[in-house]
């Protein structure tokens, strides 16, 4: 091979990424003005003020060293202690309980220590739009499976099994989802269980937004009979604690498979942020008045912002849990990009466009309701406004 | 949700905004627009609504002069009534905005805006320490006001987030 024979240095699984839609529409909207964001994936509340002392309070006693690889064990009995009162599943902190940088890193890390390349993870879409992406870089293949809109985006038994093949190993959920806020109810996942236990697969359980159910109690998958034992609980503080900067998240599972992801975390991040745990400590301990302050709002404006929707005449299904609203534009005849970029010029508000989030995305758009009510308002009026030029 | 949890909602609501529209109020809280008027009426028959009022920082009203005074008030109660006479001989000055009964080292809490420190000097030597009931009175003039009915009155509420995130 002669010296000047490579076009590129980079891996081919990172060429061959597409970079996330999301990204564009943040380019178009973060060069306008008076944009009203609907697009934000993150909490409006600013991290609990006890919490942010708590952090500062263990910066003051001078804890700025490296923790345990898989976290301070304070912070990991409190996890365990968490999920037993919300939960009644058992995990043990020092074998059970791994704390990451954000629910990505955990993510990534289980990912990589359950894949061998041409493995393949369904992932259900619509979906978070790194869960196919971080199974790509694991070595895996995603196997995309699309949702009914009419079922409420709910993965349905039949279409998980048709994706089934040998090379199947293992299942990303969410619930709630994002994007739709969709929320799978104990029988919808037991029904699931049912075909993870047949075919004797692996699940990775996304229940960032756990906390926020708004009509009926959370079900973690881990708690449906059999499937703590195959299942990997992924969770963090950004989403109920308003603390997305923080980067702090954590993964609850069988011993082998922490221990494995810690071997990972080990060698490439070492340890999350000191400061942080400390703060996650104080958010688990004492904040379950502002997490439910924070709620009831959130549902506030969630049916203020269906109601809106229904109003102006888009279908729009009321949303059991996190923040986003997912309503369908397909009555106006735009895909969803041209919908959320001629919204975004002409009326300066930023939504995600559904097909970001994979093909049964498209069609709807993503808007988010963690936002102030009066900038909800206007972004209504502003929505109303657009539909009646067109 | 019981009636009852929907008038506290509402109250909140009302609470951090008075000025919300009863259309926002009943979508937010899935009520009908009659079922909300009608709670808040009832509310407000029952007093449980006492008032609707505006917080405003009035430092940064141009050419406003206004002073604020906490006085702690020691008083001997009366008989039959405890404090609740004197407290209301209190209340009904109208430059008083509140009185509160306290434990500790004094009984009553009173709270007074007035135009200029003199007129606050005025109102404790001509007013109120010549009550019957009035041992002693000590005041606190107010210096600068950081949070009032929790309102942050510097507050920064900038969004601080990025326009478009995952």
Not at chain 1, 12 to 39: C, H, W, Y
Not at chain 1, 102 to 120: H, M, N, T, V
Request: net charge negative.
């Amino acid at each position: 091979m002669s010296p000047s024979s490579k076009t590129t240095y980079l891996s081919k699984t990172v060429e061959q990424l597409q970079p996330s839609g999301i990204r564009r529409f943040f380019d178009l909207a973060s060069k306008m003005d008076n944009v009203i964001s609907l697009g934000v994936g993150e909490p409006d509340f600013v991290t609990p003020w006890n919490v942010i002392e708590a952090s500062f309070h263990s910066l003051e006693k001078g804890y700025t060293a490296y923790t345990a690889n898989a976290g301070m064990i304070e912070l990991r009995t409190r996890i365990s202690a968490y999920l037993k009162k919300k939960y009644q599943v058992d995990y043990d902190p020092e074998e059970q309980v791994i704390v990451t940088v954000g629910a990505s890193q955990a993510i990534d890390l289980a990912l990589r220590a359950l894949i061998d390349p041409g493995d393949e993870v369904i992932v259900v879409e619509p979906s978070f739009v790194s869960y196919a992406p971080a199974v790509s870089l694991a070595g895996g293949i995603p196997v995309k499976v699309d949702t009914d809109p009419l079922q409420q985006f709910k993965l349905e038994p039949e279409l998980l099994e048709k994706a089934i093949t040998e090379k199947t190993k293992a299942i990303m959920l969410c619930s709630p989802n994002n994007p739709t806020g969709t929320v799978l109810s104990k029988d919808e996942l037991a029904a699931i269980a049912a075909v993870v236990k047949k075919y004797d697969l692996f699940v990775l359980s996304d229940e960032i937004y756990g906390e926020l159910c708004y009509d009926e109690k959370h079900t973690s998958f881990s708690q449906i009979p059999e499937m703590k034992e195959r299942t990997l609980l992924l969770s963090g503080f950004s989403k109920a604690f308003a603390m997305t900067g923080w980067r702090l998240g954590y993964a609850v599972g069988p011993s082998e498979i922490i221990k494995a992801m810690t071997k990972i975390h080990q060698y490439t991040i070492m340890s999350a942020p000191t400061m942080a745990q400390h703060a996650a400590i104080e958010a688990l301990d004492h904040s379950e008045t502002s997490v439910q302050e924070m709620k009831k709002s959130y549902r506030q404006r969630r049916n203020f912002v269906v109601k809106e929707f229904r109003e102006m005449g888009l279908n729009c299904y009321l949303p059991g849990g996190a923040f986003y609203v997912f309503p369908s534009i397909q009555k106006t005849g735009f895909t969803s990009e041209e919908f959320a970029e001629k919204l975004l010029q002409e009326q300066r508000v930023a939504v995600v466009p559904g097909n970001v989030f994979g093909r049964s995305g498209e069609g709807y758009i993503r808007c988010s309701y963690a936002t102030s009510l009066k900038q909800l308002d206007e972004a209504m009026k502003r929505i109303r406004a657009f539909l009646q030029t067109i | 949700m019981t009636v009852n949890d929907k008038k506290i909602e509402i109250l909140e609501l009302l609470e951090k905004d008075s000025r919300l529209e009863v259309e926002k109020i009943a979508k937010m809280t899935d009520l009908s627009v009659e079922e909300t008027n009608q709670l808040i009426s009832e509310m407000e028959r029952d007093h449980i609504i006492a008032g609707y009022s505006t917080l405003i920082d009035w430092t940064k009203v141009l050419d406003y002069e206004g002073v604020t005074a906490m006085i702690d008030v020691k008083v001997t109660p009366t008989r039959g009534v405890g404090f609740d006479k004197v407290a209301e001989r209190i209340y009904r000055f109208p430059e008083v905005e509140a009185v509160y009964l306290m434990s500790g080292a004094y009984d009553l809490s009173v709270l007074i805006e007035a135009k200029t420190m003199s007129d606050i000097g005025r109102f404790v030597s001509d007013k109120l320490s010549t009550l019957e009931s009035v041992l002693s009175t000590t005041t606190h003039f107010v210096l600068k006001k950081y949070k009032h009915d929790g309102i942050i009155f510097e507050g920064d509420d900038d969004d601080k987030r990025i326009m478009v995130t995952p």
